[in-house]
Each structure stands twice: as structure tokens, then as C-alpha cells.
């Protein structure tokens, strides 16, 4: 039998307030409670957290000059898709609105179209590659998401091939079913709907699923279809996920709570009137500031969400159009910049906040003891992370306790402990 492995004598550990242990989600107002003290983890061979004092049975792994923190969580990613399109982003940095590229055929449907043309394995190729470069980022756990299939055919499509990816990867996958995304061609939006609520049960029966998403926007859906979907999950039993307050403001984020959505996610157009209708609820707020940078939005009332309480979290919305970025410390330091944030806020909408939108909060997002040890040595004190904008500070990543990845400068550290 091996021996347990302690990272041992890191110069910073992130952990949760110790009366919070045991907690799947944190208002954002106690992300100061947060420590990021010297110490050592210590991981079972199991491939979880067993404590934080190394002893004399243990392999040590050398932490001196790291900081240690939880994997990274995406929860807003939409993997699966196939090419990129550098062509929009050049339209859009010359001023074209991205609702009249998608008029005139791009956007989304650019992106179904291209996904409609390609063979699985050329889809699985990318979208793996990119689990891949995410993973050297420090993300030990995504959400992959359907949305370019624009069809029954294609969506269920979408969703086997999430399924797929998540299979052959090494963190673990979230499947959101993102049935109502743009509106396929000969459909209006409640007519669409009536296909996606006759899809329900093959989308339970035989995808990944645990969530239902929509796009409320001007060239997407509209707070009628919103509720719709939010009657829909409870039906099925899944979680509701909805892309609101985006390009503009509908008010949807009453409508989203009140349709028990899981989260609101972007929100650059939220109004900051509609905050008090998260406060104290079980809906989170999702928040993008790549996508806000990248299509030059309005930023969200992030400060006053943290201020207020709201349970926030950070993603990357990885896609061809809005925001192809993989990387989440490039995220945390746009949020710290953008939002007004300090680096634990980030970190706590990285970690333990993602997992719970992504409702794997038991198991990851904290350093805690029964915790999978999904684990991130940086090459850098975590005050680092937003100021050295665009630096990777990832030095391994362990996943369940394995050592997934490990950067050649730092490779002698696991030497002496295999
Ligand atoms: O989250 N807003 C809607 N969906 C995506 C963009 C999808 C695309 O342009 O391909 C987003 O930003
Ligand atoms: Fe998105």
C-alpha cells in the first residue's frame, strides 16, 4: 500500500472559514473570511483531503515558495463546438453589434452550421484539446453545455457528444442541456419550446444532463420562454441555468428566481434595483468578464452583488463567438480589475461557488478534509494571480490526488515522492 502524499510547507493554503467546513456555497460578502495561511495537505490514498499536518509516514511533494489552492471550477463553459470565428471578432472591433452579425446569419447559427459539417471526431479532437489547455490553467472540473445542435436532432446530438467528452477527460463534467439558445429557422419561440418539451424525455433518458439552460435576449428568447423552462425543469427534475441581462436589460432576473433557476449568468445589463431578488436565495449569479471584455459590454453590478450577499460565481462562457478564453486566472484578473473585487472574492467565485452551480459543491471547490483532492500549485502568492494579468501560475494540478500535470521547472518536486 502507499504511503499518503503531503504538499508540505506551502507559503499559502486557501481554505474556507473553519465554522463554514462543511458548507456548499458562501455569500460573497464572506469571501474575506477566507485564509491564505502557510501549511501543509495532506491527501489520502483514496484521492482526498485527510488533513493539513504532514507526518513521518507521508510522501512529501515540496511546496516551499508555492501557494496550494482548490482546482479551478468552470461552471459556464459551451463545449462542445468545432472551429472558431476570428472573422466576427474583427466585424465586432470595428463596431458591428454582435445582434446584427447574428441577424445576418453568424453568431450562433454560424457556429450550428459548422457544428452540423463536422464529424464527431473532429468535434472531440477540439473540444478535448481544449479540456487540455484548461486543465494546464488550473480547471479541475467544467460545465459543458449543448446549444449548437438548433435542431432535436442536433441538440441531442450536442449533448451525446458532451457526454463523450466528458467521458474522456480528466476532470469531471457537468452536461447542461442548452435547449433554447437561438431560434432555429422556421420556428417561432413558443413554437420551439414545443419541441423542446416533447425532447425532454430523450434528453433525460439518454444524455448526461442535470441542467436546462435559455438565452434571453432580442435575437433569442423572451422571459415567457424563460418561465416555460423553469416549469420544464422542475417537471424533469433539472436544474435551471439561464443567459440574462446581457447585450440588454429584460428584468429577467426576478423571472429567473421565481422560475427557480439555479443561476443567472452573465448580467452586464442587470439593474442594480433587481439585486435585492437574489439576496437569500438559492440562485446564484454567474458572472463573465471575459465575455465583457471580448464584446466590449457593460460591467455588471458585481461590487454591489458581493456587498449584498449574492452567492457569485466566475466562468470563462468558453465559446467561438463571445468569449473564447480558457483560462480562469486570466478571468480572475479581469474580475478583480473590472468588478472592483479582491483576489479571495475571486477565488471563493472560482472555487467553492462554481462547484455548487455546477452542484458538485459536496465533493469539490474546497480544500476540506473528505474532500476530492483536487489541488493547484502556483508558482506564485495568490495576490499574484490578477496582477500578473496573463501569466499562467499554474505549477501542477493534482486531480483526485494524481498528479495530472506538472510543469517541467517543477517537476522535481514530485521526484523524490512517486
Ligand atoms: O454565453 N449569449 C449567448 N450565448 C453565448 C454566445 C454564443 C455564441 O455567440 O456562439 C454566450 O455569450
Ligand atoms: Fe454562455
Redesign the pocket.
Known sequence: MSAPIALSGAAELLRLPPDAESAERLPQSRAGELTLEPGDVVVSDEGLIAGFEADSSCRRVDCAGLSVLPGLVDC?T?LP?VGW?AQEYARRVAGEP?EAI?RSGG??R??ARALADAADTQVLDQARALAAEMLRHGTTAFEAKS??GLSVAGELRALRLAGELAAGVEQPVAVTA?LA?AIPDGHTAAGWMDEVEGMLGAVCAHTRAQALDI?V?SV?FSNDELTRMGALAREHGLALRA?VE??SSYGSVPVAVAAGARSV??LSCMPAADIPALVGTECAAVL?PG?EFI?AEHTPPARELADAGVVCALAT?L?????PIVSLPLIAGLAVRRYGWTVKEALLALTLNAAWVIGRSRELGALTVGRRADVLLLDCPAGHIPYRFGHNPVAAVLVAGVPVWVREDHRWRFEGSA
Open positions: 459556464h459551451h463546438f470565428r454582435y447574428a453568431g450562433i454560424a457556429s446549444g449548437y442548452l439558445h438565452f435576449e433569442a443567459h446581457q447585450l449568468d452573465h463573465l465575455a464584446g462562457d465559446n467561438p463567438g463571445t468569449s
